[in-house]
């Protein structure tokens, strides 16, 4: 209709004339009516039928329609493209930054897209720890309770378990069965060391430590094989007992469990997210 006829169109389209008209006729008989009314010279105009009539405004509605549709998509595609993502930072010692922390992280961050949640580990380096606190470095930190940051605001405190593990079990009747286990433990300058240390100091137990390693994760592999245990994070051992490879040891008294807090730095507490961030951790620990 905007061209008033098939010959212009064929040219607007790069298109054979006669592919305009077969296209045409292809519409009326799959319509089962007439949209056009033949014209008896070449300078009559173009007149569409009402059925024609119908059919063309209808149609031409739907276009500007899908035009809409994918203008607006663009508009939504470019503006998240554009969009800055918000940074928070999250530091925590190993057993929390690396066994607890990623799984919910990534719970959280389905229903937040702009978010850019980024876990800073730091071994047992507390000191560490604090200054990137009091830098401003991080915003939130997943520390033990008695270990005192400046220039931060607590704002709650959950408690961990940690577990007696070995290949096997170890008859444990008593708390004074530590002296013959023999254990691979972490060094003393490991905070759950210190909070096993304390543990048998006050029970005046002295353990059947045979040697020590830094990492947590080669004396894993080493009890999974050979006859020692140890005594480590809960959640460092979780999946290793759930699939077999090693046996949680149940004593018949209570071990210690170790409680952190979660810290907000000063200059975060009014950051976009920083609420609901530490709502959720919360809620999950």
Sequence with gaps: MENNGFTKAAQKLLISQSSVSAAIKSLEKQMGIMLIKRRESNYDELELTEAGRNFYYN?????????K??????????????????????????PIGIFALPK???????????LDLKIIIET???????????NKICDIGIIPFDIDVPYSRSISTFTQRISLVAKNNYPLSDI??????????????????KTIDRFFLQNNITPNIVFEL???????????????????????????????????????????????KIIINEDSVDHEYINEITNFLRSNF
């Excluded at 549709?69 to 190993?94: G, P, Q």
């Excluded at 894993?220 to 090693?246: F, Q």
């Design 124 to 134: 047992d380096d507390y000191s560490s720890m604090i200054n990137l606190i009091k």
């Design 176 to 193: 004074s069965d530590f002296q013959k286990i023999p254990l691979i433990m972490l060094p003393n300058s490991f905070y759950t060391r």
């Design 59 to 67: 149609a031409k509605s739907i276009l500007n329609l899908k035009d």
């Design 69 to 94: 549709l994918f203008t607006d998509i663009e508009i939504i595609k470019r503006k998240k493209e554009t969009t800055k993502k918000v940074t928070v930072s999250i530091v925590a010692n190993a």
């Design 104 to 114: 919910l992280i990534e719970r959280f961050k389905k229903n937040f897209d702009q």
């Design 214 to 260: 830094n990492y947590p994760f080669a004396i894993k592999e080493i009890i999974k094989t050979e006859d020692y245990a140890s005594i480590l994070h809960s959640v460092i051992v979780k999946e290793e007992i759930k699939r077999g490879e090693l046996v949680e040891l149940i004593p018949p008294f209570e071990l210690p469990v170790i409680t952190y």
